[in-house]
């Protein structure tokens, strides 16, 4: 009897939340506002779980909203890590939000299958700029760098129009700078920053406190180590460049190798692996085990004077930090460094940094008119300009001021183009692999830059070829999945003679298909002349 | 004997479930007439949107209503067979079957069938059937007339001869068989891939005798005729002018870098061009 009771309790109960929430969900479905109009809640997704760009959203929502009484904006934060899986569970369910952030995870495959291209609104004004200067501007031409960011190069279509943009910074602690060398100007070259590292480890000792110069970690040690290595690499790269490259490409960089023309013991990567052991022995001891939350705590704990960091990390350090916070750009070796000007042209340059983080309107999305006017809201100077207030972030559209805040964190068009990397870059996992694995034998006390040369210059030539054969077999598919783009785009083109846009489209994609088959066949040739070399 | 006879609530319950079958059958069918059948256009702009697998799908399904729309679906159907998922050997043998059978038609049809049957035998076949794909391309450039599918036969000619593991020696008579191919390209898009294709390869192996000054003749043919994507553009830009700069024509490097500091302000190479033209007119 009594167990009957309980049983009774129990489905009545689940009923009852059932009712509950059939009932909340017909509301919410069936709500009006005053003025007559459906209710519709608009869902975006994105993985930017740092401070500020959530605050942000909210209120970019907010002001939408307030335009917009019927439309309710609700954002879902993912995290980074798990972000790709529940994308493709997402969009294969087909319960995927209306908007979602472009970026991880994200293939060629499922933008084309789904999500919307925005490309025929990129010529036309955005009409949320009404009132602004930029009202009669198409909205390719309101961001700074052209709506690039938004482009996809293989798909031929924008897909989103980018609100943000990333550099990388050094972060100082201005208070302890000051105890240490009595004022607040911040290193400008490499050579100042290590003058600043030494008077750091100096009053670190004559005080006993537990002080480091740099806050490192495996996120962030190698962040500017690597920046650093490439500034050795210059004019090696121009060395072994064809003319119009300057900068070397995975091929160029491994052909190079292949011909001998480096290795790891060439003075440039040598002089390039020293400056990254000097700088590294200016973080704390062990620093290639911590995660990048510990680096950032021991910064924000006033343990380290600085610390380098993506602008993306700039209101989370600020709001934790509670000292006044100094940024400034890499300090490189000047040319006339006697240990290291020799190899160096200067500092790079920003001029190519592209505007990201945007949305995509997804396929199966309820309320593509809804999202898409969002979407466009969020382009807007309007927005951008609550964007940056709000995230600390940079902005991206044109007119939008930046505060004094963000001002440090804008790209720098000055400077030079980085040298090869020792990892080579462009997908090459193998050759990296090695080069992570051994890393601490570069940095360690009790290691150093022979320790590492010695044991990846056995394993490093094997690896570059198994990196090239992977490079073939994606170059390779690439250049088939063009295939039936081509064909597609010739026939229609072939058909639809006076279509321009077509036309350049079709135009535009034989050069993109020439070029990846170009890259295909020297990477080829470069495998076949390991295999048998020519005489 | 059995009443059949209903009450008023049953008879209206049973209305209202007829009703509702009805609304079942009839609505399905009319949503279906709103929704027009793909056709081959909608499948030629999936193929070129990457959304192959439903390109596939409506020129696998259309039934051709004439002998040209026939010859179309099949070739549609071939050339979205390459690719669709999973990628097998039957699908590849099935359109090469197919391509096989289009190769003969007249006009471009039959050149787009034999330009993609080329490129199964260079790009798809395990291993590779360069020979026959050379052979294909060969014809495609006797036969195609100007045609852009079949000049583009010239442009993959030039790739496959230059980069393949041959000596030196070889390579520099293979470029210098190539050089004659220009006069008989007519397209400004087959001509633009050739002598793009010819100059990056003379830049690629710099050692070669002239290499410099063919690879400057080349690209600077390739400019004239307009190259249409930035990136590639602006390489070409850079390269006539570093090239210009090598073999003594200050001017023209003067002019190349200028054209590409006033077009490409926004690129990371835009410093380092103009301190190198700084020190062109500082010579």
Redesign the interface.
């Known amino acids: 009897m009594r167990e009957k009771i309980f049983n009774g309790i129990g489905i009545g109960l689940l009923a009852l939340c059932f009712v509950v929430a059939l009932t909340r969900i017909v509301l919410m479905n069936k709500g009006r506002t005053d003025d007559g109009r459906k209710q519709i809640t608009l869902r975006l997704a994105h993985w930017q779980l740092e401070n500020g760009p959530r605050e942000a959203f909210e209120e970019m929502a907010k002001a939408y909203m307030k335009l917009n009484p019927h439309i309710r904006i609700e954002q879902i934060a993912i995290p980074e890590r798990i972000y790709p899986n529940w994308l493709i569970t997402q969009l294969v369910g087909e319960t995927a939000p209306d908007l979602i952030e472009i970026g991880i995870g994200m293939t060629d495959e499922l933008l084309a299958r789904y999500f919307v291209p925005i490309t025929p609104l990129v010529n036309q004004p955005n009409p949320h700029n009404r009132g602004t200067p930029l009202e009669k501007t198409p909205l390719r031409e309101t961001f700074f760098d052209g709506m690039e960011g938004g482009y996809n190069q293989n798909l031929f279509e924008y897909y989103t129009a980018p609100i943000s943009g990333v550099t990388i910074r050094m972060y100082y602690n201005l208070e302890l700078l000051e105890a240490i060398t009595g004022s607040r100007t911040l290193p400008r070259t490499y050579e100042e920053l290590v003058s600043l590292c030494e008077k750091t480890r100096a009053y670190a000792e004559e005080n006993q406190a537990p002080i480091v110069p740099i806050a490192g970690s495996r996120y962030n040690g190698p962040m500017l180590m690597n920046l650093l290595f490439s500034s050795q690499t210059q004019k090696l790269s121009e060395r072994i460049v064809p003319p119009g490259l300057l900068e070397a490409d995975p091929i160029t960089a491994a052909g190079a190798y292949l011909r001998d023309q480096w290795d790891v013991e060439t003075p440039e990567v040598r002089s390039g692996l020293e400056l990254m052991r000097d700088v590294g022995q200016y973080m704390q001891p062990g620093f290639i085990q911590l995660m990048r939350d510990d680096a950032t705590l021991l910064f924000v704990q006033k343990r380290a004077v600085m610390i380098c960091s993506g602008s993306w990390d700039a209101t989370s350090i600020r709001l934790q930090s509670g000292f006044d916070l100094g940024v400034g750009r890499i300090p490189f070796p000047s040319r006339d460094n006697p240990k290291y000007g020799k190899y160096t042209e200067g500092g790079l340059s920003e001029a190519g940094t592209n505007a990201g983080l945007g949305f995509g309107l997804t396929r199966n999305g309820p309320h593509q008119k809804e999202a898409l006017d969002f979407l466009l809201f969020l382009a807007s100077q309007r927005a951008n300009q609550i964007w940056t207030d709000v995230s600390g972030w940079i902005p991206s559209v044109i007119g939008t001021r930046a505060g004094k805040e963000v001002e440090p964190f804008l790209p720098q068009a000055e400077g030079y183009l980085r040298g090869l990397q020792i990892t080579i870059g462009g997908g090459f996992a193998d050759t990296t692999r090695v080069f992570n694995t051994n890393f601490h034998l570069l940095v360690s006390p009790l290691g150093g830059v022979d320790a590492f040369t010695n044991a990846i210059r056995g394993q490093y030539p094997e690896t570059l070829v198994s990196d090239l054969h992977r490079y073939v077999r994606t170059q390779r598919t690439l250049v088939q999945r063009g295939d039936t783009q081509l064909g597609a785009l010739s026939w229609m083109a072939s058909r639809q003679g006076e279509n321009r846009i077509l036309q350049q489209r079709f135009d535009t994609f034989l050069q993109a298909d020439s070029f990846n088959q170009q890259q295909f066949y020297r990477a080829r040739l470069l495998v076949e002349q390991e295999k048998s070399p020519q005489p | 004997m059995i009443d059949f006879s209903l009450s008023n609530g049953r008879k209206r319950f049973c209305r209202s479930i007829v009703a509702l079958c009805v609304i079942g059958v009839i609505s399905p069918a009319l949503a279906a007439r709103e929704k027009p059948t793909p056709g081959l256009d909608d499948a030629?702009?999936d193929?070129?949107?990457?959304?192959?697998d439903e390109?596939n799908r409506i020129f696998a399904e259309t039934k051709a209503s004439s002998e040209d729309q026939e010859i179309?679906r099949t070739?549609?159907e071939a050339?979205?067979l390459?690719?669709i998922q999973p990628?097998t050997a039957s699908n590849l043998e099935r359109a090469e079957g197919m391509l096989k059978k289009m190769a003969a038609k007249e006009g471009?049809a039959g050149v787009?069938a034999r330009y993609?049957l080329a490129?199964i035998y260079e790009?798809?076949s395990e291993p590779p059937r360069t020979d026959e794909a050379r052979a294909m391309y060969q014809e495609l450039l006797r036969s195609g007339g100007d045609d852009?599918?079949a000049e583009?036969a010239a442009?993959?000619l030039v790739?496959?001869e230059i980069?393949?593991?041959?000596?030196?020696g070889e390579r520099a008579r293979r470029f210098e068989a190539l050089e004659t191919m220009a006069g008989t390209l007519k397209s400004p898009?087959g001509l633009?891939?050739y002598h793009?294709?010819m100059g990056?390869g003379y830049?690629?192996f710099?050692k070669m005798e002239g290499s410099a000054r063919k690879?400057f003749d080349h690209l600077m043919a390739a400019d004239r005729i307009g190259?249409?994507?930035w990136?590639?553009e602006s390489?070409?830009w850079?390269?006539?002018g570093?090239?210009a700069e090598?073999l003594g024509e200050k001017e023209l490097a003067i002019t190349y870098y200028q054209r590409f500091l006033d077009r490409y302000?926004?690129?990371?190479?835009?410093?380092?061009i103009s301190k190198a033209l700084e020190a062109l007119r500082e010579q």
């Open positions: 030629w702009r193929a070129a949107g990457f959304l192959i390109a179309e070739l549609g050339l979205t390459l690719n990628r471009r787009f993609f490129r790009m798809y852009p599918m583009r442009s993959a790739l496959m980069y393949e593991n041959v000596s030196p898009s633009r891939a793009l294709n990056n830049l690629y710099p690879a190259i249409t994507r990136q590639v390489m070409t850079i390269a006539i570093q090239l090598r302000q926004r690129d990371n190479r835009h410093y380092s």
